[in-house]
C-alpha cells in the first residue's frame, strides 16, 4: 500500500487551535474509536493536554468487537486512564457519560466549591475526524440544547452548551490523524478518518480484506462466499464475483468492489470488527 501521508502544515494549525481550546477548558473528553483505539488515540494530544483530566470515549462500540472492546478497557486502566465504551448514537449515552463526566471533574469541582468558586466546570471534545465528537456533542446536549453565548475575557467567542453539572465547548477540536506507524494510518484509512480522496481505494480494500481475514475470516465467508483466502487479491474477486460487480466484457469492476468492501465495513455489515488487539498495541494506549 502507498504510504499515507498528511501535510505538516494541517498539523500545525490544528495543533495550535488545539491549545487555544485546551486553555478555556477545566478536562477534555478524548473520542476515540473503539475499532482501533491505538490509532485514534494521537498520544501529541497529551502533550496539549497537560495536567487536565482525560476521559477517553471508546466510541462506536456497537461496531466493535466487545470482547476485543473490554480488553483495551482493561489496559486504559492499567496506564492509569480513564476510558468508557460508548455508542454515542444509542438512547442511553448521555446518561452514562454525564456520570463518567460528573466524576472525571468531581476533584476540581469540590476545590472550587471550597474556594467559592461556582462556575460548572467546562468541557471539551477532542478525537481525530468521524470518532464520533458531534454525535457525542449532540448526545450530551440533547433536547436541553441551551447555548450559553460569550463569557468575558478568555472564553470569549466561544459558544457553551450547558449540560448536567458541566458546560461543554460546542466546536470538537478536530486532531489530525498520526501517520507515523503505517498499520495505525491504515486503520484511519477503513473507519474514515481519512479523506477518501487521498486514498488509493483498491489499496485499502485489498489491505482491509487482509487483515479482516486474519481475525475474522468467517465474516468474509459469510457475507462474501469467500473460500479461497490464498491472497488478498483472490478475495477482492471473490467480493466481486459474489455481489455481481462486473464489467461489460467480463472483467471485474474493482472500483464497485472496493467500495463495496470499504462500505460494509463501515456500516458494520461485516459484523462487530475491532482492527487491532489490546496485547499488540498496549504500548501506543500507555
Ligand atoms: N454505529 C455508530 N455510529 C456512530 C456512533 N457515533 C457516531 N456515529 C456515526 O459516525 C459518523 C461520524 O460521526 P460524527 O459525530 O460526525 O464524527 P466527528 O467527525 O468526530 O464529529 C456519523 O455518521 C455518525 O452517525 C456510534 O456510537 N455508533
Ligand atoms: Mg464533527
Known sequence: MKHIQWFPGHMTKAMRMMEEQIKLVDGVLAVLDARAPAATRNKKLDTLFGAKPVLYILNKSDLADDRKTDAFLAEFARAGLTAVKCSANSAGAAKQLSAKISSLVRE??????????????????AGVPNTGKSTVINALSGEKRAVTGDKAGVTRGKQWIRCAGFELLDTPGTMPPSFENQTLARHLAYIGSINDDILDMDDVALELLREIAQTYPQ?????????????????????????????????YDYERGAKAIVDDFRKGRLGRITLESAEAFAEYIR
Open 108 to 125: 476540581k469541582f469540590e476545590r472550587d466549591e471550597k474556594k467559592g468558586i461556582v462556575r460548572p466546570p467546562k468541557l471539551m471534545i
Open 219 to 251: 465474516f468474509l465467508t459469510e457475507r462474501y462466499k469467500i473460500e479461497d483466502f490464498s491472497s488478498p487479491l483472490a478475495m477482492y474477486e471473490q467480493v466481486c464475483r459474489s455481489r455481481g460487480f462486473l464489467l461489460k466484457g467480463g472483467d
